[in-house]
């Protein structure tokens, strides 16, 4: 009757890496993306969010094979951000797997681009990535080059603008909660979800899956990105039950690492611990179904084994 | 390997990448086209498509495609559109204006209704899974939804839905909102399915599966 509710695996990335950071920075390297992915595909992820956190910053065209990788790995949904600027990187990215398109840096600096591309393309392909930060007055301003530079622009005036713009659907992430396991930005999922026609996706901050609950439930979510808490439970080492980093050898992926690996360790930026509980893609399902909200259990799907 | 070479046919526009894997892993070899004497040649046609109905039968048609797909689906070659592609099937689409459609299956092309009040949690377009009700027997041997439950869930990313002229040619429907449309279509040896089976997770690859018996069938007779 209902569309389910989309639970979908944000894969930040980073040249070749599966990265995850707190507030868009101090990635930590945690393996390759495509390995990654086909865990959560098999446990029932309905669709992917791919996202270049370097691409807009350094003005580099999107990885395609990065992006090649991941599609041949995942029987579900992908769309692609970072570094989307012109009809052309639409247009390779589409080639090279994606699905759809999610615009954010370009669309601010141009925001006739989406009408271009959704004349195009097609709303349906063109979704708009907003990276929303609250100031210390409350206000939400739009982030651009993921989380790099400010741009002025009130996030509730551009959500609704974008939708006039040819935008099919909303990414509205939580900047000052990413990666910290405190749960998503409810009010802000709110406020964007009930004025937008279109759907809209709530991103940052999933620490369990009551969160996940919460946004759907007083957010209005259409449907819920999470990273962290997934990338936790799969990156898990297999001789033990919690997460440290102990040498260059993680569980997914050649040793593959690079950058800050010791801020979850250690606490980053006055943060000294993460509320991320480590949870399934499957496990979050089967507890947002339990509590009668509508999603999709897949039959095929295979529970991921913390410690197999 | 089967021998008859399915064509999907390139619009220019869309997801072929994915297309042509979902056929690569059902070991169904899948070529891109878009020149008409290989789509003539054509063992059976896939029809993809993204975007906006007028630049994709535009294309078609400027590529000579249209009379090609219209001459194989009446020689009995199988069809099978997905998305935009099953739309393209249907005899006319009021997207942006009126549109003729290949007229390989009678209907019109329609935006989903948008949601009153009481679905205000309703958006267009609609993005996600959803379940098919099916109108046919599963069992049956002869259409691609064989040995696909009813009610199983596939992934849609449309704003625009076909409303067919004759009911015998539906095989699903799918409800979203206060709307209900056809999911499914066949007419003879042209299908339409309104979400994407080759993002649907194993049961879109069943259905492509499916699909691919029907040109096995067709080779042996």
């Not at chain 2, 592609?85 to 299956?105: C, H, K, R, V, Y």
Request: aromatic share 8%; proline share 5%.
């Amino acid at each position: 009757m209902t569309s389910s509710v989309r639970i979908i695996v944000r894969l930040e990335v980073k040249g070749p890496n599966l990265v995850k950071g707190l507030c868009f920075d101090g990635f930590r390297v945690l393996g390759h993306p495509e390995t990654f992915a086909s865990i959560y595909d098999d446990d029932g992820a309905d669709e992917f969010l791919y996202v270049d956190t370097v691409a807009s910053l350094y003005q580099r065209s999107p990885q395609f094979d990065v992006i090649r990788r991941i599609a041949a790995k995942t029987t579900v949904p992908l769309t692609v951000a970072g570094g989307i600027r012109s009809i052309e990187d639409i247009h390779s990215v589409l080639r090279a797997g994606a699905d759809k398109v999610a615009i954010n840096t370009a669309a601010l600096a141009t925001p006739d681009f989406l009408k271009v591309a959704s004349g195009r393309f097609g709303s349906q392909c063109i979704a708009v990535s907003i990276e929303a930060h609250q100031n210390s007055n409350g206000q939400y301003e739009c982030w651009t080059n993921f989380g790099r530079q400010k741009s002025g622009v009130d996030v509730f005036e551009w959500a609704e603008r974008v939708v006039n713009l040819g935008a099919g659907e909303i990414i509205v992430s939580a900047v000052h909660n990413d990666g910290l396991g405190v749960g998503f930005d409810v009010e802000l999922t709110r406020r964007i979800a009930t004025a937008s026609p279109v759907p809209v996706v709530a991103s940052c901050g999933a620490g369990s899956p009551e969160h996940f609950r919460d946004v759907i439930v007083k957010g209005k979510a259409d449907a819920v990105a999470a990273a962290a808490i997934f990338h936790y439970q799969a990156a898990k080492p297999v001789d033990r039950m919690w997460m440290s980093y102990d040498g260059a050898q993680l569980r997914n992926g050649d040793p593959a690492d690079s950058g800050n690996i010791e801020f979850l360790n250690c606490g980053y930026g006055g943060i000294r611990e993460l509320d991320v509980k480590p949870t399934s893609v499957g496990d979050v399902k089967r507890y947002l179904a339990a509590h009668g909200l509508p999603v999709r259990i897949s039959a095929d799907a295979v529970r991921i084994q913390a410690c197999p | 390997m089967i021998a008859a070479a399915l064509v999907i046919v390139d619009d220019g526009m869309g997801n072929l990448f994915n297309l042509q894997r979902a056929f690569e892993r059902l070991d169904i070899e899948a070529k891109v086209a878009t020149d008409p004497g290989q789509v003539e040649r054509a063992g059976a046609i896939v029809l993809p498509g993204v975007g906006a109905f007028d630049t994709a039968i535009h294309t078609l048609r400027d590529c000579g495609l249209v009379p090609v797909i219209r001459r194989a689906a009446v020689s009995g070659i199988p069809v099978l559109g997905i998305c935009l592609g099953m739309q393209l099937l249907a005899t006319e689409s009021n997207e942006g204006g009126n549109f003729p459609g290949l007229d390989l299956i009678p209907g019109a092309v329609r935006r989903l209704r948008s949601p009153d009040e009481q679905t205000s949690n309703f958006k267009v377009p609609q993005m996600g899974w959803n379940e098919i009700y099916s109108d046919v027997d599963a069992s049956r041997g002869d259409t691609i939804l064989d040995e696909i439950p009813d009610e199983t869930k596939f992934y849609f990313l449309h704003s625009y839905v076909v409303d067919l002229e004759n009911r015998s040619d539906l095989l699903a429907r799918c409800r979203y909102g206060r709307d209900e449309f056809p999911a499914v279509v066949q007419r003879e040896n042209v299908f339409g399915c309104q979400f994407h089976p080759e993002r649907s997770g194993a049961m879109g690859l069943k259905l492509l599966r499916n699909f691919a018996a029907l040109i096995k069938r067709k080779d042996i007779r």
